[in-house]
């Protein structure tokens, strides 16, 4: 299955950074476009890209030569409407420039906000070339409602149901990567209700070709993934406000007692965000309604005092 020439990756958050380096590094795609609105978001995420590759040269990793080659085939790209927060389709010049540029490949990983992400969608299906695949790197925001959003983007002449309509939504898959990107082994990939056999083919051989190894599955509210690990870290949470165990106890219990890699208020801190772990339950919850998935007062707490973890400097922990 031929893979992306040029893909274009939207956010250059952790996610959006660690896909990039993926793809260029270890994929060998020969351009990938990184886009955020915000200029500082990709200065920080390209100067925490280069410690990456240094570190890989360093420990004999990858060579000089294919380090070099990797960033240099990542071309930034920004809007100069950094001010709103909810995008506009009519702000969405970015989007032409990515489709001129031949994007035929692109992962959204955008804030885990369905607005934001429905907004993208809709500039992406209106931009890019009819043929190129929309991903969404979403842990829980259903594919099918982007594939919806995507077709709405095409104007409303084109209904969902129409052939325009059902290949635009065919085009659109999940490829859920895991943070570190560079370091988690997999990828979990969920096609949606339209998604064609050829897009999900498409979209497993780049999560492959990346390094990953794939899962697949139905698009659920949060997939395998986080259906599963969300009740988890909220459980955690929940002891925590409950008094069970202190903090240290809640994490040293399961990674001493469980062999995991690292505790679960830790794992939320650093390679989630509390406020990402929120909206994960809150769609989790709205999606099933089923009370296993309620978010806990505390996070909600926390992520009202902008207490989000590392990248704030607090969360359960202080950084
Ligand atoms: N970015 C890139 N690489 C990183 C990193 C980061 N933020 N943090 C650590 N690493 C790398 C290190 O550089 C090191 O690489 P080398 O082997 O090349 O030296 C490697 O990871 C191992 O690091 P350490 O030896 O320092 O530390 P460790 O043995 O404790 O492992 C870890 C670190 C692999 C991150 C491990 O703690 C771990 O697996 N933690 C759990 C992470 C996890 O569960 N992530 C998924 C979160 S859920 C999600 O992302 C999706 C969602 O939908 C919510």
């Known amino acids: 299955m031929a893979l992306p020439r040029v893909l274009s990756v939207i956010g250059a958050g952790q996610m959006g950074i660690g896909i990039a380096l993926v793809a260029s590094l270890r994929a060998k795609i020969p351009t990938v476009l990184l886009y955020d609105r ?52 009519d702000e969405f010049g970015w989007a032409r420039e990515l489709g001129e540029r031949g994007s035929d490949m692109v992962v959204e990983a955008a804030s885990e906000r369905l607005s934001i992400k429905e907004g993208i969608f809709r500039a992406l299906a209106k931009n890019l070339s009819k043929d190129a695949v929309l991903a969404s790197n979403t842990s829980s925001i259903s594919i099918t409602k982007l594939a919806g959003a995507a077709v709405e983007g095409l104007g409303s002449s084109i209904n969902k149901a129409s052939e325009e309509g059902k290949s635009c939504a065919g085009r659109v898959v999940g490829v859920h990567f ?49 259906a599963l690990l969300m009740p988890f870290l909220n459980e955690a949470i929940m002891c925590l406000e409950s008094g069970t165990a202190t903090r240290d106890d809640i994490d040293k219990t399961l990674r001493l007692g469980m062999g995991h890699p690292m505790g679960p208020l830790q794992l939320g801190d650093i390679f989630i965000g509390l406020d990402t772990c929120l909206a994960i339950q809150e769609t989790l919850y709205e999606g099933t309604h089923d009370s296993k998935y309620r978010p806990s007062v505390l996070l909600g707490r926390m992520v009202d005092a902008g207490w989000l973890g590392k990248k704030s400097g607090k969360g359960f922990y202080e950084y």
Do not use: H, W, Y
């Open 38 to 89: 915000d200029p500082s978001q990709i200065t920080k995420g390209l100067e925490f890209m280069d410690k990456l590759l240094a570190k890989d040269v360093s420990k004999g990793k990858t060579s000089e030569e294919d380090a070099k080659a990797a960033r240099e085939k990542i071309i930034s790209i920004t809007s100069s409407s950094a001010s709103s927060s909810t995008l506009n389709i």
């Open 178 to 226: 895991f943070n570190p990107v560079p370091v988690m082994k997999l990828c979990e990939v969920i096609p949606g209700l339209q998604t064609s056999e050829t897009t999900l083919e498409r979209a497993k051989a780049f999560a492959v070709a990346c390094g990953k190894e794939v899962s697949t599955s139905k698009d659920v509210p949060g997939f395998v993934s986080n």
